[in-house]
């Protein structure tokens, strides 16, 4: 698979996996010795960049994700994250430094590794101030816990202000072709500072995928049934833009999820998508977006037809909106 840098020199391959479904959001946890086996499939498919937290669980995706990277460790870059007390975002949020420093010291023993490649803040918390969570950062970096400094949901002011403290390598946030927001602020940002992105929910929680519609029924654990967006009104108002990438995709003889990966891809060559998933084939099937490159003009038609159409529905509800684009 081809590589891509993020925050200059951190070099991963051009679509990570985000780790975080096998055990969390989205209904019952996969079974450990398939979600062992899918994420060792990902870095035989040349995937080198794996993304997990604390949260997820909490506890037991870190702990997976340690289990099965462990054997070429040294071959992979993995992602984590602190910023909840006791790992459960339900309990609010806490990045104070000795937090900080407790998490990086539980999950290396968690990941089985000697080194957090890229520890995320993942979600900014306003009573701390974003210099004491960089500086604290910059302290797990000189002492060799930590090798990356990186945000998650941040806002445009908040990177400015804990890139002067230790340089953020990557920004990790929602983006899609059914959310563009940080086409406004963030992304002439990141280009300015030399910052990577990575898009978490590049496949829009599976809805761009084409397999869920409004008769679709969540687990009862599901996170999803309590997203504005995917009410079942909101799921049949948006289904226009799942039929468009259907038949876009119908036409270079690809997948929804492909021509979604691939329009992602195309932005910018300091984006990494991580879409996630709990089964081979949508593996496989995602992964093969990395050898899609769309051309000019199909990238403004799917740019002006997605300018007329009216996406339905706030991506969290509205005490979670509360903690992102800070």
Same mark, same amino acid.
């Given at each position: ?113 000697? !080194?957090? &490649? %890229?520890?995320?803040?993942?979600? *900014? ?5 974003? #210099?004491?969570? $960089?500086?604290? !950062?910059? &302290? %797990?970096?000189?002492?060799?816990? *930590? ?5 998650? #949901?941040?806002? $445009? ?10 340089? *953020? ?158």
């Amino acid at each position: 698979m081809k590589k891509r840098k993020l925050g200059g020199s951190m070099e991963v391959s051009s679509i990570g996996l985000g780790c975080m479904g096998l055990t969390f959001a989205y209904g019952p946890a996969t079974e450990r010795h398939q979600a062992i086996t899918l994420i060792r499939k990902a870095f035989e498919h040349g995937v080198t960049f794996f993304d997990t937290a604390e949260a997820y669980g909490p506890f037991l995706n870190e702990e997976l994700v340690g289990e099965a990277l462990q054997p070429f460790r040294k071959e992979v870059v993995i992602a984590t994250k602190f910023g909840f007390p006791q790992g459960i975002p339900a309990n609010g949020l806490d990045s104070r430094p000795e937090r900080i420093r407790e998490v990086a010291d539980a999950a290396l023993k968690r990941l089985r590794t000697e !080194v957090i &490649d %890229l520890f995320y803040q993942h979600r *900014v918390d306003p009573d701390v101030p974003i #210099e004491d969570v $960089a500086g604290a !950062v910059k &302290d %797990l970096i000189e002492r060799g816990k *930590v090798r990356y400094f990186g945000l998650s #949901e941040a806002g $445009a002011q908040t990177i400015r202000r804990a890139h002067k403290v230790q340089p *953020v390598a990557a920004l990790q946030s929602e983006y899609s072709l059914w959310w563009r927001e940080p086409e406004k602020e963030v992304l002439p940002t990141l280009e300015e500072l030399g910052i990577g992105f990575v898009p978490f929910s590049p496949l829009g929680r599976g809805f761009l995928t084409g397999a869920i519609s409004k008769d679709t029924q969540f687990d009862s654990n599901d996170f999803r049934n309590n997203l504005p967006r995917f009410s079942a009104e909101n799921r049949e108002s948006n289904q226009v833009l799942v039929d468009l990438l259907a038949e876009f995709a119908n036409e270079m003889k690809l997948t929804p999820a492909q021509i979604a990966l691939a329009w992602i891809l195309a932005q910018k060559p300091w984006i990494v998508p991580i879409p996630g998933t709990t089964k081979l084939l949508r593996l496989e099937e995602n992964l093969g977006a990395a050898s899609v490159e769309l051309a000019a003009e199909d990238l403004r038609h799917l740019d002006v037809t997605l300018l007329k159409m009216d996406i339905r529905g706030a991506r969290y509800p509205e005490s979670q909106l509360k903690r992102v684009g800070r």
